[in-house]
């Protein structure tokens, strides 16, 4: 039981989220305000997709 509470840490919000953060681009990171840190992101996000896992992908 003991090892549960010394690992309840690892599925915490920041534990989860600084990765995620850590491997965004300077640019993204510093966009001047929300409107555009949310293009940006979503720019590097359209970039980094592979076509298997963009949602309109229409192989036949």
Known sequence: MRQCVKDIGICSFPDRTLEKWNALSDEVVTAHN???????????????????????????
């Open 34 to 60: 929300e409107h555009n840190f949310k293009e940006k992101l979503m720019t590097m996000r359209q970039n980094t997709m592979t076509p298997a896992r963009t949602l309109h992908n229409t192989t036949k």
